[in-house]
């Protein structure tokens, strides 16, 4: 399957950053959505990190005849009883900036003393035959009290992973591709494509 292109399915340009930086390192060539002019939203209506990465990944092999690649991730709060989840991208209530949503989080864990939390990441590829990989990061971690940095996106402001003492917003691109969920998820995802000879 060497020259076979792949569609990466987000729209979310800050997973698809990560995805670009982290993808051409296993030699994987890729388009976008926008480079397919595929100006469309897929209602995300499963129940699991997984679900949801597959109806996108389906869809998008379905509109374009190539393999799709799409994840799904989110964040679990162990003092929130694991939500936000698959929920995290309406956390609060919809129309909310990323920054309101970290500061609806830290309100919520106002007088939390247990903050551990983890960031998961679900990766699935699609191919046009129906046959599909997936594969699954995480990355651990608790909630800062403050947001602090001004990288990544989402809730890396207010995140800190194990090991770290600086939030995800605070690292380099290279040390958050190393730490992160989504990094981990497709280091795995890389693995599975080489032992099916995709690589």
Known sequence: MNGMRFVLATNNPGKLREMQEILPGFGIE??????????????????????????????????????????????????????????????????????????????????????????VCTIVCVFPDGEYITAQGECCGRIAKAPAGSGGFGYDPVFVADGFSKTMAELTPEE????????????????????????
């Open 176 to 199: 958050k591709n190393k730490a992160s969920h989504r990094g981990a998820a497709l280091s795995k995802f890389a693995g599975l494509f080489l032992e099916r000879g995709v690589l």
């Open 30 to 119: 890729f388009v976008t959505r926008k480079d397919m002019d595929l100006d469309i939203e897929i209602e995300e209506t499963g129940t699991t990190f997984l679900e949801n990465a597959m109806i996108k990944a389906r869809a998008i092999c379905a509109l374009t005849g190539l393999p799709a690649i799409a994840d799904d991730s989110g964040l679990i709060v162990d003092a929130l009883g694991g939500e936000p989840g698959v929920y995290t991208s309406s956390f609060g209530g919809e129309g909310l900036s990323e920054r309101e949503r970290c500061d609806y989080l830290l309100h919520k864990l106002e007088n939390a003393e247990q903050r551990s939390a983890k960031f």
